[in-house]
């Protein structure tokens, strides 16, 4: 593997499209290849996924071992399909979620068992993961109000995981603290509490000593 490999997590609210973008924008200025992939989906079977997921009709009864599965059938797709030969390629892949977001959702979230899911990662997965993970934390009142303030905006169809209670988002945020416990040499918590620029150059300080090994910064 010989591009870099950068995955965002955390809660609803944190901003994590917006600073996947503006990442993406330094990283084209400066000359690198940056591709920007997003959790479920990413690709033609991903998105299809996704929607099964997230706002089909039928999913009101789905259960958390068939939303463990989905989710990981979308990450093999991508995984294979595009993130796998982008870094053989050299590129910079980032994503907008990955396994960690697993973890804390149908792990901690969801209740399953925590050794069966990360089996189940490492068989979508193998050896390829992420260098670099930055969490983008909020208070869990900000992450409820997006949540709300998403569900009343939009006209769309309804999103089952922002229907979810507020004991299940509160795991979920215990989920990523001890995930970024358990591995701080990867998982970087960046306050994204702060301005967008502010929050974009945290990030950029965990971001470029990666950048020195590929040449370029
Ligand atoms: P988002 O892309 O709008 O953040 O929506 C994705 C939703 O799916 C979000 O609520 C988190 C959830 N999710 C999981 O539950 N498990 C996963 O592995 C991933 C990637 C996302």
Known sequence: ??????????????????????????????????????????????????????????????????????????????VLEVIRPALTAGEIVLCDRFYDSTTAYQGHGRQLDLALVKSVIDFAIGDTRPHLTLLLRVPTEVSELRRNARQAATAGPRDRFEEADRAFFHRVERGFQRIAEGEPERVKIVDATQGIEAVHEEVWRHVAPHLLPLGEQ
Do not use: D
């Not at 950068?6 to 690198?32: D, M």
């Not at 299809?48 to 989710?71: C, T, W």
């Open 1 to 78: 593997m010989s591009g870099l490999f950068i995955t965002f997590e955390g809660t609803e609210g944190g901003g994590k499209s917006t600073q996947v973008a503006l990442l993406a924008g330094r990283l084209r200025e400066l000359g690198h290849h940056a591709r920007v992939l997003r959790e479920p989906g990413g690709t033609p079977i991903g998105e299809e996924i996704r929607h099964l997921l997230k706002h089909s009709p039928a999913n009101a009864v789905m259960m958390p071992e068939a939303e463990l599965l989905l989710m990981n059938a979308s990450r093999a797709q991508l």
